[in-house]
């Protein structure tokens, strides 16, 4: 089945800094890649999302690109804000309809 | 975007004792809902697959007859947590996806379970 590794484990930056996460994954067919905010208690939020014929998407302070031949893509967050502390997850599906699986997280600490 | 709604928020059962817990989606059909199960610091892993007028689908690993799923219509599903015990407590999240398009999964606020 797929497997999806995420790092870093835990990200500490300046605000104003930009933080970068990146996940791998092992299945080549799998198709969209979403990125998911989850703060403490709550549920998971979609920040942004990619699908395979896209190398890279951005929205405001947030971007994703996407390796489909390396089987990787990224996360960046410029100018962070300590509101977007919370812990990040990416995920991988192979075919709509088809569950998620999500990385184990990464917990963003941005310090004023 | 659309919603689905999870109850309840927080449960604090006693070990032995069944708990039911629901999903549904308010302003949509869900063909599919998918079960997840998160432990402190850890990431979401998916216990199980529910389809509407069908049996769910077990991940491996996963206790079909002490997790019991319902999906008895398109906007409803169930998750019951039998006979719990203290390792069953967590934190259950669903989320869903519309019949319409779209590949965005929607998420319930999740469930605190506390088996005592």
């Known amino acids: 089945g797929e497997n999806v590794e995420q790092h870093p484990s835990t990200l500490s930056v300046q605000e104003g800094d930009s933080a970068v996460i990146k996940c791998t994954y092992s299945d080549s067919a799998s198709n969209y890649f979403p990125w998911y905010k989850q703060e403490l208690g709550k549920r998971p939020q979609l920040i942004i999302d990619i699908r395979s014929n896209v190398g890279e998407k951005k929205d405001q302070r947030i971007a994703v690109t996407l390796n489909k031949t390396a089987k990787h893509f990224s996360l960046h967050i410029t100018e962070t804000q300590p509101e977007d502390s919370a812990v990040y997850f990416c995920a991988v599906q192979r075919n709509y309809g088809q569950n998620f699986v999500f990385g184990p997280g990464t917990r963003l600490s941005v310090l004023p | 975007g659309a919603v689905v709604s999870q109850h309840p928020s927080r449960v604090i059962c006693k070990s032995g004792t069944s708990v039911k817990i629901e999903c549904r989606s308010l302003?949509?059909?869900?063909?599919?809902m998918f079960w997840y199960r998160q432990f402190p610091k850890q990431s979401l892993m998916l216990m199980a697959t529910s389809n509407e007028g069908s049996k769910a689908t077990y991940e491996q690993g996963v206790e079909k007859d002490k997790f019991l799923i319902n999906h008895a219509s398109l906007t409803l599903s169930t998750l019951t947590v039998t006979s719990a015990h203290p390792e069953d407590s967590s934190f259950y999240i669903c989320?869903?996806?519309?019949?319409?398009?779209?590949?965005?999964?929607?998420f319930g606020q999740g469930t605190r379970l506390t088996v005592v």
């Open positions: 302003d949509f059909q869900a063909t599919t």
């Open positions: 989320s869903a996806r519309g019949n319409a398009g779209g590949t965005e999964a929607f």
